[in-house]
């Protein structure tokens, strides 16, 4: 090797050591708080948001877009979702290599925009609903979603389970505002009124998070080689990867209630004014379980922690399909139980990942190779959902067969989770990172 080589080779070197001593989490501080605080209003605004679909695919179903199926519909919440997660691994990198307020400004406008595109849309035109909401609105919070989640490892080590908890409930408190806020303004006034309330609503959050989140990272080159030799480390990594099957067999069937209880509801004979409210009483439920999950997933480790959320949200999808629920007190119980161990898996992924992570600088990355992979699988989740509804009579849903389908794909996933704890304590990187049992 020339000595030209080994100085560029050292230089490398010492400067991808100095980067991680310097970006070492802090655990705290007015920056810290403020960064959660700004994660929580991007939350908020994009997993909250999508939370609300059911709105969405109630009024399109029922009204909007009437002469479309339900799998049809249900194509549009799931390339939403699918936009929001797919480009992880890109976003990822770009996060890795300190283009995080580019990429939060960029999301922020892209967001808002298509937002109040979406309200212009004309009566039975599905393909302008489609670009608008599933296209457009994705992108934006594709830039916008795992940045500020990721962006919280910056701050937080032993403490960052909690934090993340904290920034999700955003996505419970979203959850529970939209639908109601989309409802009740829709009655009133009309439904693209409604959506551009909720524009103007996320627009005034998305400048403040601008505003108030930092990063301890600043923009640095990309190296073609070494990102690649991360990427095959990551892919590499037994444990990680079944981790991240794991999630896609929960994706398969982890949003049947978002986007169908209140149809549910409704076709089972519950008091429309009463429907209106499950989707926002099934967020008021997981706004707990993002927070106590996550505060003892410091404690015993967050594979002790999402393995039985999991589980337990398969069990209430089969009980949802056992009972047959028709009555206000059914649905209320079963949104109020499926919001919080549901919402429970949500915020341990992250903590999850950094936990798997070999160091800081590869957070990011990781994030969005998880994201990419169940991105692909959350778009085929609720339309597979929707065929299964499907029956010869427009009037009439095969709510059973979904439900079961549903309920087995949650429990595979967490059967996969089992076995990707396993490969964690076998190789034994839970004792080399001083964590002993917390896993």
Not at 423 to 438: C, E, I, P, S, T
Request: proline share 3%; aromatic share 14%.
């Amino acid at each position: 090797m020339s000595d030209s080589s080994y100085t560029t080779h050292t230089t490398t070197s010492d400067t991808e050591k100095n980067d991680q001593e310097n970006f070492e989490p802090l655990d705290g501080g007015r920056q810290a708080w403020m960064t959660v605080a700004g994660s929580w209003m991007i939350q908020f605004c994009t997993l909250g948001y999508i939370s609300a679909f059911g709105v969405y695919q109630d009024y399109y179903t029922r009204d909007f877009l009437s002469q479309k199926s339900p799998s049809e519909i249900s194509w549009i919440g799931s390339f939403q979702l699918f936009m929001q997660y797919a480009p992880g691994i890109l976003v990822g990198r770009a996060f890795d290599s300190g283009y995080f307020h580019y990429m939060i400004a960029a999301g922020s406008f892209i967001q808002v925009v298509c937002t109040f595109m979406l309200s212009l849309s004309h009566h039975g035109q599905y393909y302008q609903v489609f670009l608008s909401q599933a296209v457009g609105i994705g992108l934006g919070q594709s830039l916008l979603f795992l940045p500020s989640l990721s962006i919280i490892g910056h701050h937080f080590k032993r403490r960052r389970a909690f934090a993340t908890g904290i920034a999700v409930t955003g996505a419970s408190c979203g959850g529970i505002v939209w639908p109601v806020m989309l409802n009740q303004l829709g009655q009133r006034t009309s439904f693209a009124n409604a959506i551009r309330a909720t524009g103007g609503v996320v627009a005034a959050l998305l400048l403040c998070a601008n505003l108030m989140m930092h990063t301890t990272r600043r923009a640095r080159s990309a190296h073609v080689g070494g990102d690649i030799r991360i990427v095959k480390d990551i892919l590499t990594d037994g444990a990680f990867m079944v981790s991240v099957i794991g999630a896609c067999f929960v994706c398969l069937g982890f949003f049947f209630p978002y986007f169908y209880l209140q149809l549910y509801s409704i076709d089972k004979g519950i008091n429309p004014n009463w429907a209106f409210y499950t989707l926002a009483i099934l967020n008021a439920g997981s706004v707990l379980g993002r927070l106590l999950p996550n505060f003892f997933a410091d404690h015993i480790g967050p594979y002790n922690m999402i393995i039985p959320c999991i589980a337990f949200t398969s069990f209430l999808l089969f009980a949802l399909l056992g009972s047959d629920i028709k009555d206000v007190a059914g649905i209320v119980a079963f949104a109020l139980a499926y919001g919080f161990f549901s919402g429970s898996y949500y915020s341990l992924i992250p903590s999850l990942i950094s936990l798997l992570a070999k160091n800081i600088s590869e957070l990011g990355t990781r994030m969005g190779v998880a994201f990419s992979c169940v991105g692909l699988f959350m778009l085929f989740g609720s339309p597979i959902d929707g065929a299964l509804l499907h029956t010869d009579n427009p009037d009439s849903y095969a709510w059973s067969r979904c439900i079961a389908f549903c309920g087995a794909m949650v429990l595979c996933g967490a059967a996969t989770m089992v076995l990707s704890r396993v490969l964690f304590v076998h190789d034994g990187r839970h004792k080399a990172m001083g964590r002993g049992q917390l896993i």
